[in-house]
């Protein structure tokens, strides 16, 4: 999908045109207009009709004051037998404060991910980082760190989340994928890459900017 600038009578969008007569009553459209276009939805800040129970924006939001909020997600690659988990760490007036990418040797977006959740969380509670709002926009995963749907295989490392989670009075989310984008951008970066990385404030990848805006409001 390819979104140019705003012209003066309307924006380019995946080769077609769209006049500012249609921005102007986008908000009368209702969700299934949208449904497909919903990166279009983030970076003009669209009011959408939709059934209840979905959400009117499909946006980052930032956490409250003086409190941080790490979003986390995972991917994998069939083809070479990797995962990459990726998060970022931003606060409450939406600045990035560090994040990471990471490269793990199993094929398992999942694992990744959980992966990712361990690894940030001690480096929370090693920074004293108390009281984190930590997102993920995997259902999966919410349900097992949240409920008793845990495989065997993977109750040990679990439970390491869970009490990490308490140790920082952390509190876990879901979210929409549109809300996590740039963590889903820092985990395929850690495959395009086919290594690890960290990074704060002064060096994030320069990719990641696009995302961080076009999630957020």
Excluded at 11 to 22: R, Y
Excluded at 50 to 58: H, S
């Amino acid at each position: 999908m390819e979104i140019s600038a705003p012209e003066k009578h309307g924006i380019w969008f995946d080769n077609a045109k769209i006049s500012s007569p249609s921005l102007d009553n986008a908000k009368f459209f209702t969700f299934k207009h949208w449904k497909n276009d919903l990166r279009l939805v983030a970076v003009f800040k669209v009011t959408i009709n939709i059934k209840e129970g979905l959400p009117r924006y499909f946006c980052w939001e930032k956490p409250e004051l003086g409190l941080v909020k790490l979003n986390i997600d995972g991917a994998s690659k069939a083809s070479i037998g990797i995962s990459g988990g990726g998060g970022l760490l931003r606060d409450s007036n939406g600045e990035a404060l560090w994040g990471f990418y990471n490269v793990y040797a199993i094929h398992s977006a999942l694992y990744a991910e959980l992966g990712a959740l361990v690894d940030r969380l001690k480096m929370c509670y090693e920074k004293k980082t108390l009281q984190p709002k930590i997102e993920t926009d995997s259902k999966l995963l919410h349900d097992m760190i949240t409920t008793n749907t845990t495989p065997w295989h993977l109750q040990d490392l679990v439970q390491n989340v869970r009490r990490m989670l308490q140790a920082c009075r952390a509190s876990f989310s879901k979210v929409y994928r549109e809300q996590n984008m740039a963590a889903d951008h820092l985990s395929n970066l850690a495959l395009e890459r086919d290594k690890s990385g960290t990074f704060n404030s002064s060096n994030p990848p320069m990719s990641l900017k696009a995302y961080i805006e076009l999630e957020s409001k």
